[in-house]
């Protein structure tokens, strides 16, 4: 187990200065930047919560089989009775390292899936980071933005992000 892939990922930091922040996703507004940094922290916990579960995880299976190991070994009497309990021990092992290939996979999946709603979120705040280049970063967050509309198709994907994430499945209310 311990020759594991190593499935980590370079994550985003929330507290990267505000010019990196414009870098990775557009001019955005203060306010645009404090949602930005709350969204980054969110999938960075979630990231990191999937990983330590599998690990420890991991490290549950391989505490078991050497304590296995150790009582085997020093209660066996015979070589016959020592090969019995290895066998067993091997078809153990087999079963829990099946168990665990597919709690992992399961692992991955959920990652995946938190990517693609991190994906998601990026692709519904992109248009409304784009708009907030229109105005100048001492501008206050109130300040009403006038003409500038973003698509429907943008509302659209928003409003799909939000109700696809919240729990009662309501998120953004429908047409109200």
């Keep these: 187990m311990s020759d594991t892939q190593d499935t980590r ?4 930091d929330p507290e ?6 414009r870098l990775h996703m557009g001019d955005m507004l203060a306010q645009e930047m404090r949602t930005a940094r709350a969204a980054i922290r969110w999938a960075n916990s979630q990231a990191a919560t999937a990983l330590a579960d599998r690990d420890a995880k991991i490290a549950e299976l391989e505490r078991e089989r050497d304590r296995r190991n150790f009582v085997q070994t020093m209660t066996g009497p015979t070589a016959q009775d020592k090969a019995q309990v290895w066998q067993s021990q091997a078809e ?11 709690q992992v996979a399961e692992l991955l999946r959920e990652r995946s899936e ?3 709603k991190l994906e998601r979120a990026t692709e519904a705040l992109e248009p409304f980071a784009r708009l907030a280049a229109h105005y100048a970063d001492d501008t206050p967050d ?9 698509n429907v198709g943008d509302l659209r ?3 799909a992000f939000l109700n696809s ?8 209310s429908q047409n109200g």
Excluded: Y
Excluded at 9 to 12: D, G, M, N
């Design 142 to 150: 109130d300040h009403p933005a006038e003409s500038i509309v973003p």
């Design 165 to 172: 994430n919240s729990p009662d499945g309501k998120g953004a």
């Design 114 to 116: 938190t990517q693609q």
């Design 16 to 21: 990267m200065p505000a010019q990196e922040m």
């Design 92 to 102: 153990d092992f087999a079963a829990k390292l099946d168990t665990s290939e597919a």
């Design 157 to 159: 994907r928003a409003r």
């Design 9 to 12: 990922v370079e994550r985003l």
